[in-house]
């Protein structure tokens, strides 16, 4: 299979695009059992008699057609220059990838964050906004192991003057302020639930802090991944997303910020094959 085709990562396409040559409408129903209907007064989708004369059919997608195969039908809407955009739950998402104090072949080593990198996106226009980058001094463990700052390519010097976790919260929060954000209109992307779920909890609970509102749902990239490309047949792991869409790892593995940016990537082009990313993660 050649897995680099974009037809090898939609199948059940062709459900979609004879449903659409059919002239069949799909229902404004809501996601994810059917696709929102194109509006007929958009200046750049001519309506056809037919669809003037009577009301479309609420047509549902085929029974194993997840909601974001319907994004095959972006190629055969005939005179049309408005790319399509998938309509996501949320507008803003915030991409998140820590980095953690750690020790080789020590599974009980109280992790704590030292990096805390986001990306922010726009799920409206497919483009990166903004970022936010803070270094976290730990309280648990202050002195970082070798294994970590090999790993990371975090130093000691660089743990030492940053800030306490509880300080880096209020820095973030003005960011999120700054392009008004909040639980209403942004969800966390993160690759795994390790991130929010170990990381910000335990940094939390050793800075004696509550966990903010904003930490308490997100969407796992890696988990929609696995379930909407694993018939490429390619292992879906941080490498493997980055296969998938033909990306080359930019920067450092295991660096904070460039994972970030990374899967940042990888999210958007998963939002312009029109996977959805509900929210469906928490504690």
């Known amino acids: 299979m050649n897995h680099n085709h974009p037809s090898s990562r939609i199948p059940y396409a062709s459900v979609v695009v004879k449903d659409l040559l059919k002239d069949t409408v799909l229902s404004n129903a809501s996601p994810p059992e059917t696709v929102k209907r194109i509006p007929e007064s958009d200046p750049d989708i001519p309506a056809s008699p037919r669809r003037l004369r009577k009301p479309a059919k609420k047509t549902p997608l085929h029974p194993?057609?997840?909601?974001?195969?319907?994004?095959?039908?972006?190629?055969?809407?005939?005179?049309?220059?408005?790319?399509?955009?998938?309509?996501?739950?949320?507008?803003?998402?915030?991409?998140?990838?820590?980095?953690?104090?750690?020790?080789?072949?020590?599974?009980?080593?109280?992790?704590?964050?030292?990096?805390?990198?986001?990306?922010?996106?726009?799920?409206?226009?497919?483009?990166?906004?903004?970022?936010?980058?803070?270094?976290?001094?730990?309280?648990?463990?202050?002195?970082?192991?070798?294994?970590?700052?090999?790993?990371?390519?975090?130093?000691?010097?660089?743990?030492?003057?940053?800030?306490?976790?509880?300080?880096?919260?209020?820095n973030f929060r003005h960011f999120l302020k700054k392009y008004h954000l909040g639980t209403w209109n942004m969800r966390f992307i993160t690759d795994g639930p390790c991130d929010i779920r170990d990381f910000v909890w335990k940094t939390c609970k050793a800075n004696k802090v509550s966990v903010p509102s904003y930490f308490r749902g997100f969407v796992n990239v890696r988990k929609l991944a696995q379930r909407n490309y694993a018939h490429t047949g390619i292992r879906i792991n941080f490498a493997g997303m980055l296969k998938l869409f033909d990306l080359v790892l930019e920067g450092r593995h295991h660096s904070g910020i460039d994972d970030t940016r990374n899967i940042a990537r990888v999210v958007l082009k998963m939002m312009e094959d029109g996977v959805l990313f509900k929210e469906h993660t928490g504690y």
Request: with cysteine; hydrophobic share 35%.
């Open 64 to 170: 194993n057609t997840p909601l974001h195969f319907a994004n095959a039908v972006k190629g055969s809407l005939k005179n049309t220059t408005a790319p399509y955009i998938a309509q996501q739950p949320y507008r803003y998402y915030c991409v998140l990838d820590i980095e953690a104090t750690c020790d080789e072949n020590n599974p009980s080593w109280y992790n704590e964050i030292i990096e805390f990198p986001v990306v922010l996106i726009d799920a409206k226009t497919l483009t990166r906004v903004a970022e936010f980058r803070s270094f976290v001094k730990p309280v648990r463990n202050p002195v970082l192991t070798e294994f970590c700052t090999r790993l990371t390519g975090i130093t000691q010097e660089q743990v030492n003057t940053a800030p306490y976790f509880p300080q880096v919260l209020r």
